[in-house]
């Protein structure tokens, strides 16, 4: 879902070519200092950096603050990128470190009200039960839903983060090592135990 990202800028979204640029060719467009790009790169990743933020903060409002200082200090800092990582590696790096740094702030004031999807058992998604279903199965449903939530606030923040770029953002491991500084072998370990500790909290 897009939200509405106020800059310190006033853009629509891109008419023209730069929707179809590789992330490249926009980094290059955005050093020589055209808006047209930035638009492009916001209307490409917005979603995204709000979902994975949205994942570690569970808060609509603080989600959207992150996503729009991510977007702020690309805006600002885009002329020193030298392509070391991925544009997109670069974009959730700035996210998650955003979003864990707002949660160490608010630490006392975390809220559990809005959480878009959950890994289920299986490693799949678990989305909202349809309406259909019968009246048992959704009370069992959502009291699963209720005690994910809770695992998922439990783990440590680096099995939360490689958690949520694998199964919300669907990233390759070498795309969550990238963004993690770390080793695909380290990224599989963070995966493993924070599926054990779901699922052992689960069980118990």
């Known amino acids: 879902m897009a939200f509405g990202l106020s800059l310190p800028l006033s853009f629509e979204l ?15 467009q955005l ?20 979902q994975t933020a949205l ?3 569970h808060s609509p409002e603080e989600a959207e603050d992150v996503a729009q200082e991510v977007f702020i200090e690309v805006y600002q800092t885009i002329a020193s990128f030298r392509g070391e990582a991925a544009l997109s590696t670069w974009l959730y790096r700035l996210a998650t470190s955003r979003a864990l740094r707002c949660r160490r702030w608010a630490h006392a004031k975390k809220r559990f009200a809005h959480f878009t999807s959950l890994l289920g058992l299986d490693n799949q998604v678990l989305h909202e039960l349809p309406d259909h279903a019968h009246p048992q199965a959704l009370l069992e449903g959502a009291q699963q839903l209720g005690l994910l939530r809770a695992c ?53």
Do not use: M, W
């Not at 891109?14 to 290059?28: K, M």
């Not at 050093?31 to 709000?50: C, K, M, P």
């Open 14 to 28: 891109p008419r023209c070519s730069r929707l179809s640029a590789t992330d490249e060719e926009l980094v290059a």
């Open 31 to 50: 050093q020589q200092g055209s808006e047209a790009a930035f638009r492009t790169l916001v209307a490409r990743y917005q979603n995204r950096i709000y």
């Open 55 to 57: 994942s570690l903060l």
């Open 152 to 204: 998922l606030g439990r783990l440590p923040a680096k099995q939360q983060v490689a958690f949520t770029l694998r199964h919300e953002q669907e990233l390759s491991y070498e795309e969550i090592a990238a963004v993690l500084a770390t080793s695909v072998p380290a990224v599989e370990s963070l995966l493993f135990r924070a599926r054990q500790k779901i699922q052992q909290s689960l069980q118990a």
